[in-house]
């Protein structure tokens, strides 16, 4: 029997994007497989999107079929395609109605958010998703000291210049 760390509750995602962005730093994602096993990462890199006054996030120009995830009560999974190739993880945050989320950008030892999707085997099926576990998928809880530190988010050049410069990236190292 595998002795897996406990998941973070609902709550912890039930906040501002802003507040939990930085708080996943750290932390671990659990990626338990139906066949056995599980991996556990640990969180280096979050990105915060801020609903639709934020350009860059994907409720900018409102509720569409693929973004509807965002519009729901913190605490599931948004998990969409970039490119047509890679898969992007993101846990939705905030109370329903006001889309925001929090994209997980790195992970030790997996430097780019489609790296770590794919080592976890992470795709759409995980979309609305809770993130309790009980699909094999969820969150628990940084041990020890983390610096942090905010830079402006990458790749999204589509966006605002001031929504680009917003320092809305979250980088993390062991203290």
């Avoid at 912890?12 to 991996?39: H, K, M, N, S, T």
């Avoid at 109605?97 to 929090?102: A, D, F, H, L």
Wanted: aromatic share 10%; with cysteine; glycine share 14%.
């Amino acid at each position: 029997m595998l002795n897996l760390p406990t998941p973070l509750p609902r709550s912890f995602f039930e906040r501002d994007a802003l507040a939990v962005a930085p708080e996943l730093v750290g932390c671990y994602i659990v990626r338990r497989f139906a066949q056995g096993g599980a991996r556990v990462l640990t969180i280096t890199e979050t990105e915060a999107y801020c609903g639709e006054a934020d350009t860059a996030c994907h409720a900018h120009r409102g509720k569409t079929r693929r973004n509807a995830p965002l519009y729901e009560r913190g605490g599931i999974f948004y998990v969409y395609l970039c490119y047509g190739i890679h898969w992007m993880l993101n846990a939705v945050t905030g109370p329903e109605g006001r889309p925001q989320g929090v994209l997980i950008r790195a992970c030790a030892g997996f430097p780019g958010p489609g790296r770590l999707t794919k080592e976890l085997g992470i795709t759409g099926e995980f979309t609305g998703g809770a993130v309790d576990g009980a699909a094999g998928l969820y969150f628990a809880a940084r041990e020890g000291e983390w610096r942090l530190s905010a830079a402006p988010r990458v790749g999204i050049g589509y966006a605002s210049a001031e929504d680009q410069a917003r320092p809305w990236r979250f980088i993390g190292e062991r203290a």
